[in-house]
């Protein structure tokens, strides 16, 4: 499948011409991405990545045309709302339609009627799929008029506030008795009401200032940062405010958080956990997961880590194109990353060695195959000069591990008794030298203790240095 | 060849268990999910030769089975199962690759390993939610790494706030017969089956035949969702006789080191504490108990500056630490601290960016431009640094059946430099039911210890995938990609990766 192209510049014009066809194919394609459909208030398929704060040109309710939305003050929306926030996630509680006038202020406020006057349900609802807006044979005592057969509603005889366009927006008698249809998804949540009222939780407690708004919109719905101001119990707490994940969100019957729906796909928010997955989240997820996995689990199974971390096929997210070539230099310069999935001396030294690059293996005759490193003189001998190996080593030792094994290592640094060209090894050119830091002292007798082998790789039993270390 | 037929008969033993327990409808909720990758490309020696020829064919396939004991209730008690099983074959290797007696042997290399990535009986939320267990091979996520063993963990939750996790079992280690990895030994030696070499035959390659007892503790803070805190401490023990010195001794023969040895031995906190309005605070640092050297420790701070960004920076500080039977362990010297400030930004309503940038310091013992000049009694005190500057930018767009990414890197310093990007589109059509891949990338590189290894690559990759809801299937997809790259130094480089997966739950 490869073959070295010795006059590959010359193919530079076929490449060059492919690559522009490449690139005008991609800009085309771009071009006529959806943006109209993105822009729409449709929601978006199942499995479309949406996330949970991505959602502005979603959080644009569709309000009735006559109907202006009141100055909203951030004090009258619900606990957790902050400015800017587009309203509550949509993969939770997905676009409404409320095309109907309504006044909370002046119901609640002025007429002081309680809540469940209206929403009378709310008392004794135990799921959220409840729907809890009140019937229109509900609004018939006060404004006259008869929601009884909802196939033959009746106005009031000439009262304005029992006339269907009083409240139905865009209501026109000559369009055959029939009103705008109103949709009001069901939320993707758990959420008991007459658990919560039986506590004595109040509505704005969850709500917000619903009395000081006209018609209340999906902004009013809660926020999690609302809900965990009381969820902060741990799961054997007694009470039932537990700061679980699932108390609140539904699960899939592999007992995992449902994050993809039909309006949008769950994702965590940056407060939480600082775990937002934005565009750097590959690279910055260790200290998440680290100080919390039990978290993580919550939406993600054995398999999602153990693609990336004990994968098999390459993952673009992490390694880009071409990194057959570019990986020498990042593991010599990031060495951090690459332990996290690799072990030096099984996955890279394996193939290191088929590939004829190490010290050992088939193709270690350096002679036959050409010198890897910097010569000799510069590399390995003295004086130590910038460019000798050992600097190197005290950079990144595991660049220098993950093709040498410890034998290319004690040739020249275990000591004479060993076998190898370090102390008591004569004097000169070839000699090697002491490989250990400073302060090494101080800490080899506790090595020595929990593990003699490595001391012993150079070191004859009887050897001072190893016998002052005991 | 009895190695193979026990490999094919445990795979067909594990999908025929499967099938019969995916079709046997029950109470219990069963999944299967499997995935298969055919991988082709070529690994070209910077000699020219050898040519290494990737043949690759992974399947894993993934027995599940949740809500064992009782009717499932969120918040109560669940008891499942889960097991994943990964045959990982590489048909481009040589056989004499693997024959010992043969000039071209590679330790430890086989042709199709077969292993159980993990298989536990997970337990959830006992005793009204105090008591949680997993039994068999499972992996741990914690500031100490990505690690797995086989054995039990139990975790004991708290009323007050805090809960207790305990380990104790064997570390997965390849080389023994338990259908294992190498993936999770601590690093700096070499280990597997010796049986078939000769004494002096490679060294280095140490034996691995008895199990790596490992045990460890975690505490950790439960029930608030602003703060989060776990202080870990792992301990694994080596107790097969290996090879001491790759050297023969004074009388000629070879010295062993035997008995039970500390593996490594490692303690690590970690602290995240948020505000919402405000920002986080994440911390972490592990301390070497074997090294008595803290190994790495890293600080970010994020600010959440508006709804709509986060700046931040992170201090990070990294020490390689190696099995306690590696000699490497006594060549580490100053580790690696890194700074980088970075902001995350959305754009819109669906764009967001990401952009980072700092220095890492090499820090050495003795200064590499004085140290030659004063060969006989260098000033080992005399701290050399050497910086690398790093940026990284990354964007995406999300459209409502696709997204245009763009991630770009730039590394500059002492070994060299690394400049370029990827730029991905993917889209779907038809409901998702097709899909399909574009990336570009330019890269541009210099290996500073081999200059002649400079080079600009230009890839490309193209792929396609089709998702149909077909037969029983929960959920599959047939996918290809086809990659070209090309710089001058490898000339025309080709890889071809097939994939299916499908999973049924039911």
């Avoid at chain 1, 407690?205 to 999690?224: F, I, K, S, Y």
Wanted: charged content about 20%.
């Amino acid at each position: 499948m490869s073959g070295r192209v010795p006059g590959g510049a010359s193919d530079g014009s076929f490449w060059l011409l492919a690559l522009s066809c490449l690139l005008a194919f991609c800009a085309a394609w771009c071009s006529r991405s959806p943006v109209a459909r993105a822009d729409a208030a449709s929601p978006a398929p199942s499995g479309a990545p949406i996330s949970s704060a991505s959602g502005a040109a979603f959080t644009a309710e569709v309000l009735p045309a006559r109907l202006e939305r009141p100055p909203l003050r951030e004090s009258d929306r619900p606990p957790g709302a902050v400015p800017d926030d587009h309203g509550p996630s949509l993969a939770i509680f997905p676009n409404q339609r409320i095309p109907l006038f309504f006044n909370h202020r002046r119901h609640v406020k002025e007429l002081g009627l309680a809540c469940t006057a209206c929403h009378e349900k709310a008392r004794t609802s135990h799921a959220a799929s409840d729907s809890l807006l009140p019937s229109g044979a509900r609004c018939d005592g006060c404004h006259g008029t008869d929601h009884r057969d909802l196939r033959e509603v009746r106005p009031a005889a000439s009262a304005p506030q029992g006339q269907c366009a009083f409240c139905h927006v865009g209501y026109s008698s000559a369009a055959g008795n029939r009103v705008a249809t109103l949709l009001l998804p069901k939320p993707n949540l758990r959420f008991d009401h007459a658990l919560h009222g039986a506590r004595h939780i109040g509505c704005a407690q969850c709500h917000g200032a619903v009395e000081n708004l006209e018609l209340a919109t999906r902004d009013q719905m809660p926020r999690m940062r609302g809900c965990l101001n009381c969820h902060q119990a741990p799961s054997p707490a007694a009470g039932r405010a537990r700061s679980e994940c699932r108390t609140c969100h539904l699960t899939d019957p592999t007992g995992r958080l449902q994050t993809t729906f039909s309006s949008g796909t769950l994702s965590p928010p940056r407060w939480l956990h600082d775990a937002g997955h934005g565009p750097d989240w590959t690279l910055r997820h260790q200290l998440v997961a680290g100080n919390d996995s039990r978290f993580c689990a919550n939406c993600h199974s054995p398999k999602d880590c153990a693609d990336c971390h004990d994968g098999r096929v390459r993952p673009r997210r992490v390694h880009p194109n071409d990194w057959l070539n570019l990986h020498p230099i990042a593991s010599r310069q990031n060495q951090q990353n690459c332990t996290s999935c690799h072990r030096e001396q099984s996955f890279c030294l394996s193939c290191h060695q088929r590939a004829g690059i190490t010290l050992s293996g088939p193709f270690a005759d350096s002679a036959q195959r050409g010198r890897f490193h910097p010569p000799k003189a510069e590399w390995t001998d003295g004086p130590r000069t910038p460019r000798h190996h050992a600097w190197e080593a005290e950079r990144n030792i595991s660049a220098c591990v993950s093709c040498h094994v410890e034998h290319d290592c004690a040739i020249c640094h275990a000591t004479a008794a060993r076998g190898g060209r370090g102390a008591g090894f004569p004097a000169g050119v070839g000699r090697g030298t002491d490989p250990h830091p400073l302060g090494f002292r101080s800490r080899c007798a506790s090595a020595l203790r929990q593990n003699a082998r490595p001391c012993l790789v150079c070191h004859a039993p009887d050897d001072p240095n190893l016998l002052d270390c005991r | 060849m009895a190695d193979k037929l026990t490999r094919t008969l445990l795979t067909g033993l594990w999908l025929a268990g499967a099938l019969c327990v995916a079709v046997d409808a029950r109470a219990y909720q069963s999944e299967i999910d499997a995935t298969f990758d055919a991988q082709f490309y070529s690994l070209q020696s910077p000699y020219g030769s050898p040519l290494v020829q990737r043949r690759r064919y992974t399947q894993t396939l993934a027995l599940n089975l949740y809500g064992l004991d009782s009717e499932r209730k969120p918040l109560g008690p669940s008891l499942s199962f889960k097991s994943r099983l990964r045959l990982d074959t590489d048909f481009g290797q040589r056989p004499e690759e693997r024959n010992p007696d043969s000039a071209s042997y590679v330790p430890g290399l086989a042709e199709a390993p077969l292993d159980v990535m993990y298989a536990y009986l997970d337990g959830q939320r006992y005793l009204n939610g105090a008591l949680s267990f997993r039994l068999g091979r499972q992996y741990v996520v914690d500031t100490l790494g990505f690690w797995s063993f086989d054995g039990v963990e139990v975790l004991l939750d708290t009323p007050a706030y805090f809960a207790v996790e305990v380990l104790l079992g064997f570390e997965q280690r390849g080389g023994l017969p338990m259908l294992s990895s190498s993936r999770f030994e601590a690093g700096g030696v070499s280990r597997g089956d010796r049986s078939g070499l000769t004494v002096g035959q490679s060294p280095s390659y140490l034996q691995e035949s008895r199990l790596a007892p490992a045990y460890g503790f975690a505490l950790e803070s439960s029930g608030v969702s602003f703060l989060h805190s776990r202080l870990s401490y792992r301990k694994v023990i080596n107790r097969d006789a290996v090879l001491v010195s790759p050297f023969l001794d004074s009388s000629g023969g070879l010295a062993y080191a035997r008995g039970d040895r500390t593996s490594s031995e490692r303690l690590g906190y970690s602290l995240g504490v948020n505000k919402a309005e405000l920002g986080a605070a994440l911390g972490s640092l592990v301390y070497d108990l074997y090294n008595r050297r803290v190994s790495q420790y890293d600080l970010v701070l994020d600010w959440y500056a508006t709804g709509r960004a986060v700046v931040g920076a992170q201090v990070g500080y990294f020490l390689p630490t190696f099995d306690g039977d590696s000699i490497f362990n006594w060549f580490l010297h100053r580790g690696t601290t890194s700074a980088t400030l970075h902001a995350d930004l959305s754009l819109l309503s669906r764009v967001e960016l990401a952009a980072s940038g700092g220095v890492r310091i090499f820090a050495t013992e003795g200064d590499p431009t004085t140290y030659a000049r004063s060969f006989t009694a260098p000033d080992l005190t005399q701290s050399g640094r050497s910086y690398d500057a790093l940026a990284t930018l990354g964007g995406r767009y999300r459209f409502w059946d696709g997204s245009v990414a763009l991630n770009t890197l730039a590394e500059s310093g002492s070994a060299g430099h690394r400049y370029g990007g990827d730029l991905s589109l993917h889209k779907q059509f038809d409901g998702g039911y097709y899909d399909s891949l574009a990336v570009l990338s330019l890269y541009d590189w210099e290996d500073s210890l081999r200059a002649d290894r400079r080079a600009t690559s230009f890839s490309y990759v193209l792929g396609a995938g089709v998702a149909p809801s077909f037969l029983t299937f929960s959920r599959g997809r047939l996918g290809v990609e086809w990659e070209h790259t090309m710089n001058h130094l490898v000339g025309q480089r080709f890889r071809m990766l097939a994939t299916l997966a499908f999973s049924v739950l039911r």
